[in-house]
């Protein structure tokens, strides 16, 4: 009945299984599988439909396996050699149609002696179980992230790493101080194109305020991995129009600054002279307002910041300069560690954003900066006239205007502090992004060579033949030696599962399939070393198997039921088992009385003689010899209920 069929296909089952949990791991760890079908690995949705697409193929061959598996188990136990009967329960434990509560009631349920029946019960219950567990599971941490296919060409590129601050480069941006410290300036490190921020959610969902005794109570804490703009790394890719196709320019081993800060101590006590400066504006030769920055090393590699703001009423009688009984308020303090690592770094083509990064192996090294070279480049990126003014120089030689209006611009946004303004988490939080940005952009602008590759980003990369303009670039630093390999490239989607959930999986799965294959081998090898014993020609259906090759009898072995094995068609016969399964039907065997509509598994009596047997609820089955017995109402679930293999001569 295509029995050979089916059970000789266990090991094709065994082995579809393998490659589908193989592939379905492959395309877990970075789809693999589909690294070069444009079609799939540029869409999100289409790389996490593939991975569950192969996901729950193998959890239907696995399914299919641990079926195919159950079945022969079953068989084998019917047709053990040297044993004629098996237990019914046994039988029902490891039938494919019997229910989930069926299961449990076998396996937890009262009237069941059997520990065998209760630990099939068990075992098929915990498979149920497993298949779609495991397809859970696969799918449970799934990220799907960017991957880079570089483009092949001839000529290598290196692009331009961060370096130590040099303070004296500051000069070279006196004549145009507000035009890199522009109005978002407090968005500096904010700015997509130069930086990203790795601050974890938990500790980014804290908003940087202080209480009102000014210290931190929340535990204000930022981190930063500044790599820079693409027009400063790589200046001559940004402007080459080759390979238009690829979307990427990819720096592959750039060293940038990771940055980290928290709130500093409110308390701390600067050194007026050597730590602090005033800043201020003037306009048609009045003073604006004025700031106050105070700048220390609170450690070799830390820096500690405060800025205070001329009060207005101060500021109203243009004597933020003369008076300086406000450069010792309270007021919001900040500390900044530096360190350099190198990154992995996927710059948009298009808009210039950071859109991926990842750390390389090496270890972040610390930077020794130092408060004068801060201090030292806002004296020349600030240069305060009306600070000049008071350092001797006579009002004759003080120009109408300052150099820059960052320092106006500054004292006007920045809130003087308060009990009310601590506490706001708006201000507060406007204001440690300021005093952030405070800290880094000298770092970034002041580096050997940055001038020089800035000031053609500015002019858009024109073209511009003035001998004084060429004269400027040669005054300006030199650019360091250039280490970063960069290139164009191309992106693609991934989907990476965490290691251990793929580690999981492959053990759940893996547990699974390797017990198949065992139980398969193991029964291969008893009917080849027992030739006496074989099992039956199965067909594709269950039942009708159990109709037409087994006995069913009790504890006294009184025949219940017995198979017709010989009456059924096989594959082989002229007459398609199919066909013949359409035109036989089955109907309800009615009880005598509502109150016998339960289930009865027994006939009431065994009659004795040479002739037909028969039960009330059962007719004429075959002419077997038999002792008269009565049997009475028995537990379905009773160990005494036997199930043979009817010998058929088929």
Request: glycine share 6%.
């Amino acid at each position: 009945m295509g029995g050979a069929f089916r059970i000789s296909h266990g090991s094709v089952l065994i082995f579809l299984t393998l490659s589908l949990l193989v592939l379905t791991c492959l395309q877990a760890s970075g789809s693999i599988l589909t690294t070069n079908f444009t079609l799939v690995n540029q869409s999100r949705g289409y790389s996490i439909f593939f991975l569950r697409t192969f996901s729950e193929l193998a959890g239907v061959s696995l399914s299919a396996t641990i079926s195919t598996t159950l079945e022969r188990i079953k068989w084998a136990m019917i047709c053990r050699q040297g044993a004629g009967r098996a237990r019914f329960v046994d039988f029902l434990a490891l039938q494919h149609s019997t229910t989930l509560l069926g299961l449990l009631s076998l396996a937890a349920g009262a009237g069941v002696p059997s520990i065998k029946t209760r630990l099939w019960s068990a075992i098929r219950l915990l498979l149920m179980i497993l298949v779609p567990g495991i397809g859970i599971l696969i799918m449970s941490q799934v990220e799907i992230g960017l991957a880079f296919s570089p483009v092949s060409s001839t000529t290598r590129y290196f692009g331009y790493d961060n370096h130590p601050m040099n303070a004296t480069s500051a000069l070279e941006y006196t004549s145009f101080t507000d035009l890199i410290l522009s109005w978002k300036f407090a968005g500096f490190l904010g700015d997509p194109t130069r930086s990203v921020d790795l601050t974890p959610d938990n500790e980014r969902g804290r908003v940087c305020s202080l209480n009102v005794n000014a210290q931190d109570s929340l535990g204000c804490n930022r981190t930063f991995f500044v790599a820079g703009e693409n027009m400063l790394v790589m200046p001559e890719l940004v402007r080459d129009a080759s390979f238009p196709d690829a979307d990427i320019i990819l720096a592959s081993d750039h060293r940038g600054f990771l940055l980290n800060f928290n709130a500093g101590n409110s308390s701390a006590v600067f050194n007026s002279t050597r730590d602090c400066r005033t800043y201020s504006s003037r306009y048609l030769g009045f003073q604006a307002g004025a700031i106050r920055l105070c700048v220390g090393n609170s450690g070799p590699h830390e820096l500690e910041a405060r800025l205070v703001t001329c009060p207005g009423s101060i500021a109203s009688t243009l004597t933020c300069l003369n008076d300086t009984s406000w450069h010792n308020n309270v007021d919001w303090t900040i500390k900044m560690s530096v360190m350099f690592q190198n990154s992995q770094v996927a710059y948009s083509r298009s808009n210039g954003t950071i859109l991926w990064h990842s750390f390389t192996d090496t270890s972040p090294v610390p930077v020794e900066v130092l408060s004068t070279d801060i201090l030292k480049a806002y004296d020349a990126l600030l240069l305060d006239t009306s600070t000049l003014l008071f350092n001797g120089s006579s009002s004759g030689n003080v120009p109408l205007f300052s150099s820059s209006s960052f320092p106006t611009f500054l004292w006007l946004a920045e809130p003087e502090f308060s009990d009310q303004n601590a506490i706001n988490p708006a201000t507060s939080n406007a204001i440690y992004s300021t005093l952030q940005s405070l800290l880094a952009a000298p770092m970034y602008y002041c580096q050997s060579g940055v001038a020089r590759r800035l000031i053609p980003a500015i002019l858009d990369a024109k073209t511009v033949n003035v001998p004084e303009l060429t004269y400027l670039f040669g005054l300006l630093s030199a650019p360091p030696e250039r280490n970063s390999p960069a290139s164009f490239a191309h992106h693609r989607y991934e989907v990476k599962v965490s290691f251990g959930t793929l580690i999981a999986y492959i053990v759940l799965s893996g547990t699974a399939l390797l017990a198949c294959s065992i139980a398969h081998t193991v029964i291969s090898l008893s009917d080849h070393v027992r030739h006496g014993r074989r099992l039956p020609r199965l067909s594709r259906f269950p039942t009708l198997d159990l109709f037409a090759h087994c006995t069913i009898e009790d504890e006294n072995r009184c025949v219940i039921y017995q198979g017709r094995s010989g009456f059924f068609p096989t594959e082989h016969s002229p007459k398609s088992l199919k066909r013949w399964l359409s035109t036989i039907s089955i109907k309800w065997s009615q009880p005598r009385n509502m109150e016998d509509g339960g289930l009865q598994l027994f006939g009431d009596e065994c009659v004795e003689g040479h002739g037909d047997w028969s039960s009330i609820s059962m007719g004429s089955i075959s002419p077997i010899p038999s002792r008269s017995k009565l049997v009475g109402s028995m537990s379905p679930y009773s160990s005494r209920t036997k199930l043979s293999l009817f010998r058929s001569n088929d």
